[in-house]
């Protein structure tokens, strides 16, 4: 658990109630399948609005310390990644602005690089959960989990879409993507000091619209807003 901001008193509480969840395996196995139960729910339905703080109490967190040994994992098994979602933000930033329970990251080759992934991960205690298809922008997203609760998810990329929104050609000559569009699209970040892959600011606000925004969500496109307007 990264420990560089302090936490609230109810926050801290549950982290050691959660510690005490994590100790006990029947306890353990009742709080993942709550956390995938509302999961599965709608936002607006009683099962999300009763048990849906419940989860975010005492969901795990994925710290600097565990995305670096992450993206170690990645680097080593040859996986084309960026950085998406809140850490691909806070990498942008600079600096780490609000805690992640989880991690996006974007994989270049899905069809390939996914289950690449998946097996570097596993090395690391995490086991793929389930996958799903979307709508918006990131077609696939595959969910890992470990035994603290902490999550990945492995996301692709509608490519056509994206070179589209952006106004770029998607791929050259010889089908790889195209060097304006990888100017466009990617970036680098930094995570403790350490340069990390991550998609660009531009991409990040086009990948926050087309659904409602939850607070964390409107934190990280001011943030990254702000990038922009620099």
């Given at each position: 658990?990264?420990?560089?901001?302090?936490?609230?008193g109810?926050?801290?509480?549950?982290?050691?109630?959660?510690?005490?969840?994590?100790?006990?395996?029947?306890?353990?196995?009742?709080?993942?399948?709550?956390s995938?139960?509302?999961?599965e729910?709608?936002?607006?339905?009683?099962?999300?609005?009763?048990?849906?703080?419940?989860?975010?109490?005492?969901?795990?967190?994925?710290?600097?310390?565990?995305?670096?040994?992450?993206?170690?994992?990645?680097?080593?098994?040859?996986?084309?990644?960026w950085?998406?979602?809140?850490?691909?933000?806070?990498?942008?930033?600079?600096?780490?602005?609000?805690?992640?329970?989880?991690?996006?990251?974007?994989?270049?080759?899905?069809?390939?690089?996914?289950?690449?992934?998946?097996?570097?991960?596993a090395?690391?205690?995490?086991?793929?959960?389930?996958?799903?298809?979307?709508a918006?922008?990131?077609?696939?997203?595959?969910?890992?989990?470990?035994?603290?609760?902490?999550?990945?998810?492995?996301?692709?990329?509608?490519?056509?879409?994206?070179?589209?929104?952006?106004?770029?050609?998607?791929?050259?000559?010889?089908?790889?993507r195209?060097?304006a569009?990888?100017?466009?699209?990617?970036?680098?970040?930094?995570?403790?000091?350490?340069?990390?892959?991550?998609?660009?600011?531009r991409?990040?606000?086009?990948?926050?619209?087309?659904?409602?925004?939850?607070?964390?969500?409107?934190?990280?496109?001011?943030?990254?807003?702000?990038?922009?307007?620099?």
């Amino acid at each position: 658990m990264d420990n560089r901001y302090p936490m609230a008193g109810p926050r801290r509480l549950a982290g050691h109630i959660h510690g005490l969840i994590m100790a006990w395996p029947p306890l353990r196995r009742a709080a993942t399948r709550m956390s995938l139960y509302v999961l599965e729910s709608r936002p607006r339905s009683p099962t999300h609005i009763l048990l849906g703080p419940a989860r975010g109490m005492f969901r795990g967190q994925i710290g600097s310390r565990e995305l670096l040994r992450l993206v170690d994992a990645l680097e080593a098994a040859n996986v084309g990644f960026w950085l998406a979602g809140g850490w691909g933000v806070d990498a942008l930033v600079g600096n780490q602005t609000r805690r992640h329970d989880d991690l996006d990251v974007v994989i270049d080759d899905f069809e390939t690089g996914a289950p690449t992934a998946c097996r570097a991960l596993a090395a690391l205690g995490f086991r793929l959960l389930d996958a799903r298809r979307h709508a918006i922008w990131m077609p696939d997203r595959w969910h890992l989990r470990n035994d603290t609760m902490s999550q990945v998810d492995l996301l692709s990329i509608d490519w056509d879409l994206l070179s589209t929104a952006l106004g770029v050609q998607a791929s050259n000559g010889s089908g790889s993507r195209s060097d304006a569009l990888r100017r466009v699209a990617f970036a680098e970040g930094t995570v403790d000091g350490r340069s990390v892959p991550c998609l660009s600011a531009r991409v990040q606000v086009l990948y926050h619209s087309g659904f409602e925004p939850r607070a964390v969500h409107r934190h990280d496109v001011e943030l990254v807003r702000s990038l922009i307007e620099r």
